[in-house]
Structure formats: structure tokens, C-alpha cells
């Protein structure tokens, strides 16, 4: 189906996703790692426990581990599906408490708005889509 004009050759469109892959997987594994080595675990547990979630520090720290496996699961093409698609909700999440109010623009415009979190998401839902496994497809 094309909107206008070609599609993509099928060669060049899969590298081009594999490229969006690799890329996302790596900028979540930097935030993921930074996290944990400046020490911002706990105070995101915090920052969590005072927006009214149980377990703040819980909450944090299974963030963070989600931003470092499943980035590595995503880089060797394992459960690539399941790992984009939580960090899409993850990512949903920080968009909607976060970037949201400071309204769409990162910067320019505006400052920590929600444009790139929407361009990480739509990213990451196009990855999940590709390596969906096929036998769950047909039918």
C-alpha cells in the first residue's frame, strides 16, 4: 500500500529498521546505565513514591532493568517484540507525567516537551511490529 508514490525496496527498508533498531536499543541502554551508575535509582524512586506509586523504589529499579536487558535483547533480535513494546509503555508513561505538560517541543519552541518521546515511541512500536512472530500474524 503506498500513499504516494514507490514503497521502499524490500532490502534497503529492512536495513533501514535494522538500523532503527540497533539505534533505539543503544540510546535506552545509555539511559538505563547512567542511571545506575550516577545513583538516580533511588532518587527516582522518590520522584515516583511522591506522584502517589507504591513502592517507588521498586518501580525505579525495575525501569532501570528493563532499560538495560531489553536493549540487549532487542541487539541479538530476542524477544525484540516484547522488549520494544515495554519500552513503548515505559516510554508512554514518562510522556504522559513528564513531557506532556511542558507541552510538544523539546527544545526551540519549547523546552522537555513530548516530540521525542513520540519519535522513540513510534520507533519502537515499527521494531516491535517487524520481529512480531510471524505464526501469531496469520491467520
Known amino acids: 500500500?503506498?500513499?504516494t508514490g514507490p514503497a521502499a525496496p524490500g532490502t534497503r527498508a529492512?536495513?533501514?529498521?535494522?538500523?532503527l533498531r540497533i539505534t533505539v536499543a543503544i540510546l535506552i541502554l545509555i539511559h538505563g546505565v547512567y542511571r545506575l551508575a550516577a545513583g538516580l535509582v533511588e532518587p527516582f524512586g522518590i520522584w515516583l513514591g511522591s506522584l502517589g506509586f507504591p513502592f517507588g523504589y521498586g518501580w525505579a529499579m525495575a525501569v532501570t532493568l528493563c532499560e538495560l536487558v531489553g536493549p540487549v535483547l532487542m541487539l541479538v533480535r530476542r524477544w525484540t517484540s516484547f522488549a520494544a513494546?515495554?519500552?513503548a509503555g515505559i516510554l508512554t508513561l514518562g510522556l504522559i507525567l513528564v513531557h506532556l505538560p511542558a507541552g510538544w517541543f523539546v527544545v526551540?519552541?519549547?523546552?522537555n516537551g513530548v516530540e521525542y518521546s513520540v519519535l522513540l515511541i513510534a520507533v519502537l512500536l515499527a521494531v516491535a511490529w517487524t520481529w512480531w512472530p510471524a505464526q501469531r500474524m496469520r491467520g
Open 1 to 3: 500500500m503506498a500513499l
Open 14 to 19: 529492512a536495513l533501514a529498521l535494522e538500523a
Open 85 to 87: 513494546l515495554g519500552h
Open 108 to 111: 526551540g519552541a519549547g523546552r
